[in-house]
């Protein structure tokens, strides 16, 4: 597995955490941030990610992507992701979900 450098810039993060979560990039999209270009190629990366609302916290600032991303930073973008979401809520109150197993007629009909 390739090893992530120590300090990543926002750019750089929001690419890795698009990536890791199988999203796709829109071919047409609006300008996510006034300093993100669309010719950019992380600009479909920050628009995916800013539609999905990881990126709520800088509502109404610029994106400043060469800027290295904080852990606080990275801890609320992550936070957006709903396995994420799931997670924390478990580790915070101790519960866990009951497992969804398929009703009795679809598994059988599996079977066949």
């Known amino acids: 597995m390739p ?10 993060a929001v ?10 990039p ?10 993100v270009d669309r010719e950019d190629s992380i600009s479909g990366y ?14 109404g600032e610029p994106f400043e992507g060469d800027r290295f991303i904080t852990r606080a930073e990275i801890a609320e973008i992550l936070s957006k992701i709903p396995v994420v979401k799931i997670r924390i809520k478990e580790f915070l109150t101790g519960e866990t979900p009951e497992p969804v197993t398929a009703p009795e007629e679809e598994v059988e009909e599996e079977k066949l």
């Open 26 to 35: 829109p071919k047409i999209f609006e300008k996510p941030f006034p300093d």
């Open 46 to 59: 920050v628009a995916v990610a800013k539609e999905e609302g990881y990126l709520e916290y800088i509502s």
């Open 15 to 24: 690419r890795v955490v698009v990536e890791a979560v199988r999203l796709r």
């Open 3 to 12: 090893r992530l450098p120590s300090a990543l810039t926002r750019r750089e």
